[in-house]
């Protein structure tokens, strides 16, 4: 059953109704009601609000926060690999999307000046700068920007939309890698971040993508840390509104190289918190030691090699084509 609200959808401005009024929430003790969008159909949690603290406690347990340690780990891998924007491009949908892209920018000719927004510890913004990009990673976490400056180089900044606007910066290509989901006030953010476009500037989004889970409530992290759920009809209105074109990137390729099982979406009554009411974590996931063995078969490039001849024979139960579980879209500005 649904209820239909009063309220309108904050993305389009369409009618809303529930889904649910008693999501788990990321935190023990807090429930979220869910609402979905009847014109771009998004989902979002309600309230649309979060506090900075959730962010300071998952960084404090990044090692043991399920999601969050794969981010560690890569921060800590990247420094031994010889290539690390190709290591980064093999683990994930987000970074191949945008690196492939701007790679293709380059071999077209352009010059890019790059800035990625929520770089947190700064491993992709260092992974672009070791293949040759000029790029500026930002963070509001003066905690992630000095680890990132202490590990990997000066090219980052803990400021604000405003300050950069201020100084009259503007870039070829802005990357926000799995970050709006996570903003009460998307519309702003979009606003200032289109403003730091040069003329034909494109800014480069990667969201978990709605549109692959049909008929499921909120298969994503739980609110308040995702407070968006969009598909690429909620793009779409988004590029609309700031009066951009837009783009999607098409993962056939990436899905054809590395393997990406499809796992049925958990049920909402089934998820639990990851952190207690006093901030201790519900479930501690430490990321698995990697083998002695496949350590050696990563680092020489044989396990690509396997890869590639393993996701030939096997076709069931894996994403393919164009729509997965991460949507990355190009929006470019108009005016
Ligand atoms: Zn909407």
Partial sequence: MTTQRTEKCPLCGCAVHVVTDSATGYQQGRTYTILECEGCLSSFSSPLEVSDEIYGQIYANVRNVPGYNRYF??????????????????????????????R????????????????????????????????????????????????YGPYYACTTLDELQARGDRYDAIIMNQLIEHLPDVHGFMADAV??????????????NKSAYP????????????????????????AQHHRC????????????????????????????????????????????????????????GIMD????VRSKFVTGNRWHGSRGPICAAVLRRTR
């Fill in 195 to 208: 403003s730091l476009l040069s003329p034909g500037g494109e800014i480069l989004i990667t969201t978990p």
């Fill in 73 to 102: 780990r890569y921060a800590q891998e990247i420094l031994t690999r010889r290539r690390p924007l190709d290591y980064l491009m093999g683990q994930e949908e987000s970074y191949w999307a945008v690196a492939h892209h701007l």
């Fill in 245 to 300: 074109t837009i783009s999607f990137i098409d993962f056939a390729p990436f899905y054809a190289a590395y393997l990406r099982p499809k796992f049925p979406p958990v049920p909402l009554v089934d998820r639990q918190p990851v952190f207690d009411a006093h901030w201790k974590l519900v479930i501690s996931q430490p990321i698995p030691v990697v083998s002695p063995v496949r350590n050696v078969l990563e680092r020489t």
């Fill in 215 to 238: 008929d499921t409530e909120w298969e994503t992290d739980l609110p308040p840390v995702h407070l968006w759920w969009f598909g690429e009809e909620a793009l779409k209105s988004l």
């Fill in 305 to 308: 090699f396997l890869r590639a």
């Fill in 104 to 151: 293709k920018r380059r071999e077209a000719g352009e010059k890019l000046n790059i800035l990625e927004l929520g770089c947190g510890m700064g491993y992709f913004t260092h992974a672009l700068a070791q293949d040759g990009f000029t790029v500026t990673g930002v963070d509001i976490s003066s905690h992630a920007v000095s680890w990132a400056r202490e590990h």
